[in-house]
């Protein structure tokens, strides 16, 4: 069964700092998805990543994917407090039947100033 | 464009009922796919539904259990609820290609069950 593991689970930031957010998952895939989600919301759609050696950015988040360690990374720049919230990776396993995303278990990003 | 949509927002059920969740998929997708977010925890694949079948299917009991239908919006139901059960669920939609080969699943806003 794909496991998705996300490190670390909780982040604490201060405001203007960089940190990455990593996610390694245990099957092969090459297609992987971040997400954000604030407190009692669904999920916002940050980064669509479909091939090894993908790179993605918007803002202050940038995200790749390296198929070959099956490690993806969500780096965030010169944080800000509007960046709180909870990180999810997920890995479309099987995408060619239907696909079934697997979900990381969930990064908690604090910014404070 | 309407998105996903979900009903209801929240649910309040006792334990022993049957619950029925709703989803609407986004325009001219096909796929439903429905997720169990318990509170501290990612989202966990419960099933999928495509040609108002089931595809695919998550490690969740038999209690769990969903339609789709010809529009191809689709129903959750969940009986014998137990207080484990309490948690978002989450419908995404995708589009199906022939063989099964699917894009980005979209997400809904959600449906709060809380069991007592």
């Known amino acids: 069964e794909l496991k998705v593991e996300q490190n670390p689970l909780f982040l604490s930031m201060q405001e203007g700092k960089n940190y990455t957010i990593y996610c390694n998952y245990s099957?092969?895939?090459?297609?992987l998805y971040w997400y954000r989600q604030d407190p009692g919301k669904s999920l916002e759609s940050l980064f669509v990543?479909?091939?090894?050696?993908a790179v993605k950015q918007e803002g202050r988040l940038m995200a790749s994917l390296d198929t070959k360690a099956r490690l993806s990374t969500l780096h965030i720049t010169a944080a800000v407090h509007d960046l709180s919230a909870t990180y999810f990776c997920?890995?479309?396993?099987?995408?060619?039947?239907?696909?079934?995303?697997?979900f990381g278990q969930g990064t908690e990003l604090s910014v404070k100033p | 464009d309407a998105g996903v949509t979900q009903s209801p927002t929240h649910l309040i059920k006792t334990r022993g009922q049957q619950v029925t969740l709703r989803c609407s998929p986004k325009?001219?997708?096909?796929?439903v796919s429905w997720y169990q977010q318990a509170l501290g925890q990612g989202p966990q694949f419960i099933f999928q539904?495509?040609?108002?079948?089931?595809?695919q299917r998550g490690n969740f009991p038999d209690r769990f259990s969903g339609h789709q239908f010809p529009n191809y919006s689709s129903e959750l139901n969940v009986n014998a609820l137990l207080l484990g059960d309490s948690a978002l669920y989450l419908c995404?939609?995708?589009?199906?290609?022939?063989?099964?080969?699917?894009?980005?699943?979209?997400f809904g806003p959600g449906t709060r069950l809380t069991v007592t």
């Open positions: 099957t092969t895939s090459d297609r």
């Open positions: 325009s001219g997708h096909d796929t």
């Open positions: 990543l479909l091939s090894n050696g």
């Open positions: 539904y495509y040609e108002e079948e089931e595809r």
């Open positions: 995404a939609s995708s589009f199906s290609m022939g063989l099964g080969y699917s894009y980005e699943q979209y």
């Open positions: 997920a890995v479309d396993y099987l995408y060619n039947q239907g696909g079934k995303l697997i």
